[in-house]
């Protein structure tokens, strides 16, 4: 990966995750992972924690990790924790490719946001995770597909504002400006990786491509949707068939 453009995309990544197309993944996440009692969590390529302070709210879960290879994105995420100060969450610099740190089968819950796009050989990386979770684990991935573009994605965010009350309109709207210059760090950034994909440096999903990564793993299809008009895809696996 690119190690400067994921700390320059880091300055303006909390305005991407409070867009509604994003809070719409992170709710098709939680969705697909269903009502499964866990108790530990890991969030590969966490980002700047958005999904993980969210989940940790619930008090039952007794540790969750995030890991990000973005030294900025971890500082953000390590600030955060010292305002809101969660008890079971935690975050560290590492690689999603290097996962010894983890005991064999003892996770619960493996999910990743936009991150294996980015990955040269994310069926490795699959099969490291399936030795992570227990047998009854869940792992749920979130992908671009070849439908995707940051064009369409602003336009999904648009149609998506429209069904809010109008003051709850007038919120986003104030929130958004205030974030404009977060906004022109998403905008510099996502130019980059738009150029990136061209040039086969990062991949787009669709189902036949997602079914021979798997394939590759040592993993399990358990369930795939498509949200957001088809641009993204929901991916539930497990250990078992």
């Known amino acids: 990966m690119n190690t400067m453009l994921w700390e320059f995309y880091a300055l303006g990544y909390d305005a991407l995750c409070a867009s509604l197309p994003h809070k719409k993944i992170r709710e098709s996440v939680i969705r697909i992972i269903g009502e499964k009692k866990y108790d530990t969590i890991l969030d590969l390529g966490c980002g700047t924690g958005t999904m993980l302070f969210s989940l940790s709210r619930n008090n039952e879960v007794s540790k969750m990790v995030g890991i990000d290879f973005t030294w900025t994105m971890i500082a953000i995420c390590q600030l955060k924790q010292l305002l809101w100060q969660r008890a079971n969450l935690h975050f560290m610099r590492k690689s999603i490719n290097n996962l010894d740190f983890i005991s064999e089968s003892s996770i619960d819950i493996v999910y990743s946001i936009n991150t294996l796009f980015a990955l040269p050989h994310p069926a490795t990386t699959l099969t490291k995770v399936s030795k992570i979770i227990k047998d009854d684990g869940v792992v749920v991935l979130a992908l ?29 709207f104030g929130a958004n400006l205030l974030l404009l210059p977060l906004w ?9 990786i738009s150029l990136k994909e061209k040039r086969g440096s990062y991949t787009t999903y669709d189902k036949k491509k997602v079914i ?5 793993s040592e993993l399990y299809l358990k369930e795939m949707i498509e949200i957001l008009s088809g641009q993204m895809m929901i991916i539930k696996l497990g250990k078992n068939k």
């Open 212 to 216: 021979a990564v798997i394939d590759e």
């Open 144 to 172: 671009p597909t070849e439908k995707f573009s940051f064009t369409k994605m602003a336009k999904e965010h648009i149609s998506l504002l429209t069904k809010l009350t109008l003051i709850n309109q007038i919120l986003n």
């Open 184 to 192: 022109l760090i998403v905008g510099i950034a996502n130019l980059f």
